[in-house]
């Protein structure tokens, strides 16, 4: 017959067990609702850590000069830097200003290319944020025609 | 959702390109249906990519991204051979996971 001392043991260990067992690798990926609800470049920013944003040659954003569809609009957000954490990419005007954040680890290139909605001309940002929370960014104008000829 | 990603994973040098394209919806949340009520957001919100079964990309995605999302990436040190998963989850909980060989 077991003990009372046993069981309360025996649950420790389960317990133990559970609580490293059920740590995932990415412990930071649960989908942030403030870095996407968030208006503005520099509030999503704020939401993953970053500090004040600040312009870079090092960090860079490719894009189309003119997106033929607002629907699908290639941008790419790039960086040389080592040392970056994660990085973002942003439409300035769009209801929320966040498309997407990137997790760099060491066995990626801090390189992303996606597809992105945008409600209309706008500026698109790539922001990376360091190690120490600085947040570099690199921003182009989009413009958006959503239909007819460019320009 | 139903549809498999199409995933291409090419090595060139020291590490390998890969290009997914998912099959979803990612409805933003804003559009408005024929009745004029609001379709409601559904949209991929994790993207995660093992190589060999490492980790190595995890990726939050809002509803911003678009319909049938485009995805490029670098891997270093993935040379032809190595195996690479790439999983997505929505916001309603759905989930899907492909793997490709690099090339």
Redesign the interface.
């Given at each position: 017959m077991q003990t009372r001392r046993e069981t309360i043991q025996q649950s420790m260990v389960v317990a133990g067990l559970l609580a490293t067992a059920g740590f995932p690798?990415?412990a930071h990926?649960a989908?942030?609702k403030v870095?996407?609800d968030a208006k503005s470049v520099q509030d999503a920013v704020k939401a993953y850590g970053g500090g004040s944003i600040s312009e870079s040659k090092d960090v860079t954003i490719t894009g189309p000069d003119i997106a033929e569809n607002g629907?699908?609009?290639?941008l790419?957000a790039s960086t040389g830097l080592t040392g970056v954490k994660q990085m973002l990419v942003l439409?300035e005007k769009?209801?929320?200003a966040?498309?997407?954040?990137?997790?760099v680890?060491?066995?990626?290139?801090a390189?992303?290319?996606?597809?992105?909605?945008?409600g209309q001309s706008s500026d698109v940002y790539a922001v990376a944020i360091m190690a120490d929370g600085k947040a570099l960014f690199a921003k182009k104008e989009v413009k958006v025609t959503l239909g007819g000829c460019g320009g | 959702m139903a549809d498999p990603m199409r995933i291409r994973a090419q090595a060139a040098g020291d590490?390998a390109t890969i290009r997914v394209l998912m099959s979803h919806e990612?409805e933003?949340g804003?559009r408005k249906d024929a009745a004029g009520k609001t379709v409601p957001a559904w949209f991929i919100?994790?993207v995660?990519a093992t190589?060999n079964g490492?980790?190595?990309?995890?990726?939050?995605?809002?509803?911003?991204?678009?319909?049938n999302?485009?995805?490029?990436?670098?891997?270093?040190?993935a040379k032809a051979g190595d195996k690479i998963t790439v999983t997505w989850k929505d916001?309603k909980g759905d989930t899907r996971t492909d793997e490709a060989t690099v090339s």
């Amino acid at each position: 017959m077991q003990t009372r001392r046993e069981t309360i043991q025996q649950s420790m260990v389960v317990a133990g067990l559970l609580a490293t067992a059920g740590f995932p690798q990415f412990a930071h990926a649960a989908f942030n609702k403030v870095g996407f609800d968030a208006k503005s470049v520099q509030d999503a920013v704020k939401a993953y850590g970053g500090g004040s944003i600040s312009e870079s040659k090092d960090v860079t954003i490719t894009g189309p000069d003119i997106a033929e569809n607002g629907a699908v609009v290639p941008l790419g957000a790039s960086t040389g830097l080592t040392g970056v954490k994660q990085m973002l990419v942003l439409v300035e005007k769009n209801p929320s200003a966040l498309v997407a954040m990137f997790h760099v680890s060491d066995a990626v290139d801090a390189n992303f290319l996606t597809r992105a909605k945008m409600g209309q001309s706008s500026d698109v940002y790539a922001v990376a944020i360091m190690a120490d929370g600085k947040a570099l960014f690199a921003k182009k104008e989009v413009k958006v025609t959503l239909g007819g000829c460019g320009g | 959702m139903a549809d498999p990603m199409r995933i291409r994973a090419q090595a060139a040098g020291d590490k390998a390109t890969i290009r997914v394209l998912m099959s979803h919806e990612m409805e933003s949340g804003q559009r408005k249906d024929a009745a004029g009520k609001t379709v409601p957001a559904w949209f991929i919100q994790e993207v995660t990519a093992t190589h060999n079964g490492k980790p190595v990309l995890s990726a939050e995605w809002g509803p911003a991204v678009s319909k049938n999302p485009f995805l490029q990436f670098a891997v270093k040190g993935a040379k032809a051979g190595d195996k690479i998963t790439v999983t997505w989850k929505d916001n309603k909980g759905d989930t899907r996971t492909d793997e490709a060989t690099v090339s």
